[in-house]
T-cell receptor
Framework: DTGVSQNPRHKITKRGQNVTFRCDPI?????LYWYRQTLGQGPEFLTY????????KSRLLSDRFSAERPKGSFSTLEIQRTEQGDSAMYLC???????????FGPGTRLTVL | QQPVQSPQAVILREGEDAVINCSSS?????VHWYRQKHGEAPVFLMI?????EQKGHDKISASFNEKKQQSSLYLTASQLSYSGTYFC?????????FGQGTTLQVKP
């Protein structure tokens, strides 16, 4: 399968714990995006990378959220000191260039108890 | 800055047509359309670029009016498989901002 993959698919954690998600984009894609989606809403932009450079981070994003894309390949999204409001589906997408279609991974569903 | 979609929900019988609209208050470089089924990731339908023409494949097509900063998705002769939530995504500075979605239900 050469699509976008995300791990883990599900994560249940207790409030205050740190969690890390991984995204493996389509291999030749330069751009990688992270979104958060809650029930009944569209995907909400979090951040994106061009190769290893993080080009933009949503102003709505707390300092508890950080993302990396070392060597321009896979990416990780870390949430520190999780809160119940962080419960959501976290989606990763990749594209070859800007103004290109984005291919989404299956997502990681986070539940914070 | 989130695009506004209308209607919020549509119920159709198989074979009927539907139009979903997406409007933005900001100048747009491109509009993306995605469909998401329950419990699945969004799937790309089509992209319309500034200065581009109307696009379509099979019985789904879309238009992009740059001056009005609006896009419309046209679904003709709907099939049961068209059911899902449709999102438009507007691209300005390299990132996509998605609308709140339009839920489409096609009944036999």
């Amino acid at each position: 399968d050469t699509g976008v993959s995300q791990n883990p698919r599900h994560k249940i954690t207790k409030r205050g714990q740190n969690v890390t998600f991984r995204c493996d984009p389509i291999s030749e894609h330069n751009r990688l995006y992270w979104y958060r989606q809650t029930l009944g809403q569209g995907p909400e932009f979090l951040t994106y990378f061009q190769n290893e450079a993080q080009l933009e981070k949503s102003r709505l994003l707390s300092d508890r959220f950080s993302a990396e894309r070392p060597k321009g390949s896979f990416s990780t999204l870390e949430i520190q000191r999780t809160e119940q409001g962080d419960s959501a589906m976290y989606l990763c997408a990749s594209s070859l260039l800007s103004y290109n279609e984005q291919f989404f991974g299956p997502g990681t569903r986070l539940t914070v108890l | 800055q989130q695009p506004v979609q209308s209607p919020q929900a549509v119920i159709l019988r198989e074979g009927e047509d539907a139009v979903i609209n997406c409007s933005s208050s900001k100048a747009l470089y491109s509009v993306h359309w995605y469909r998401q089924k329950h419990g699945e990731a969004p799937v790309f339908l089509m992209i319309l670029l500034k200065g581009g023409e109307q696009k379509g494949h099979d019985k789904i097509s879309a238009s992009f009016n740059e001056k009005k900063q609006q896009s419309s998705l046209y679904l003709t002769a709907s099939q049961l498989s068209y059911s899902g939530t449709y999102f438009c995504g507007t691209e300005t500075t390299g990132k996509l901002i998605f609308g709140q979605g339009t839920t489409l239900q096609v009944k036999p």
